[in-house]
């Protein structure tokens, strides 16, 4: 009888110790710890970049605290769950939706909250409008251990060169160790500038300057080949 009662007494601590368990568990994904911000894909936050005059929509996810992590609030079928906040308004602003207008070339701070909880700011950078991105020479040929120079600059419509607009520069992964990056850097450089490569083995290699954008079709590209001798 003693031993029964002490097994009787284990199982009610057993399921008293799950409930509480099951009971915090349940309480940690009911509570939001965090919120995702960006525009279209939300499962992390980074900085975004648009073209003066494009609209687009921010996309928040409220998730959970615990493990495994859930998604409480989502932007894309509660729009209206979340509130929008830019901290530039002359720059962009964002309406109750999430919808975002680009009033003037410049950076703003975004930011979503929900249940008391903000999400962390990314930058939104907007560059003026451009419908091409020139890179002189357009091909280059060097010997192993030179630096050379490559101009970057983008048009506007009447083709005159347009300042400001964000780029990024990289080589072709497949003949990566032909050239350095950039002595510049590589990443969110401004046109109209000069970049500078030092070779480094003789091959054959393409320099990809990117225009940044969240939309495919405004990430207009300068490709230069460039081969190097002995």
Known sequence: MQIARLFGSCALLIISLFSCNAYDLTKAQATVAGIFIGIGYTSYTSDEFLTLGEADSLQAQAFSGGWPRRTIYDSSIEPTRFRYFSSNPAVAIVDSLGHITTLS?????LTASAAGMTSPVIRLAVSPKVVALVAEPDTVSARVGETFAVSLKALDTAGRSTAGVIFNAGLDTSWWAVTSPPLEGDWKIHTP???HFQTKLA???????TVQNHRAESRFQAIVPVTVNP
Do not use: F
């Open 193 to 195: 500038i000069t970049l």
């Open 203 to 209: 091959g054959r290699v393409r320099l990809i300057m």
């Open 105 to 109: 070339v410049g950076e703003t701070g």
